[in-house]
Nanobody, 117 residues
Framework: QVQLVESGGGLVQAGGSLRLSCAAS??????LAWFRQAPGKKREFVAA????????TYADSVKGRFTISRDNAKNTVYLQMNSLKPEDTAVYYC????????????WGQGTQVTVSS
């Protein structure tokens, strides 16, 4: 059974940092990614990491502030978030896909990140 379990969300002041973790189980994934959804908005892509961890992509809104990394031995992906802004407030979801051309079929339950001004 495939599971993605996020942790590490919370409340932080603007300019602060948080580190999210997502532990995957049940299978190995080609790509592990983070998405987020703010109240009243559509879910949006944040960052993704390929199998080697060297292949990473970021949304323009988080480039230079967020870093995605993965530990394949632990089947875990991380999102280091620095210089947080109030507009980063959202529920953050871990997502996974089996191959680079597949859809993101696997999702975690989400973790709340709140950035106060």
């Amino acid at each position: 059974q495939v599971q993605l379990v996020e942790s590490g969300g919370g409340l932080v002041q603007a300019g602060g940092s948080l580190r999210l973790s997502c532990a995957a189980s049940g299978r190995v994934f080609s790509t592990l990614a983070w998405f987020r959804q703010a109240p009243g908005k559509k879910r949006e892509f944040v960052a993704a990491a390929g199998w080697t961890g060297d292949s990473t992509t970021y949304a323009d809104s988080v480039k230079g502030r967020f870093t995605i990394s993965r530990d394949n031995a632990k089947n875990t992906v991380y999102l280091q978030m620095n210089s947080l802004k109030p507009e980063d407030t959202a529920v953050y979801y871990c997502a996974a896909r089996a191959t680079v051309i597949a859809m993101y079929d696997y999702w975690g339950q989400g973790t709340q990140v709140t950035v106060s001004s």
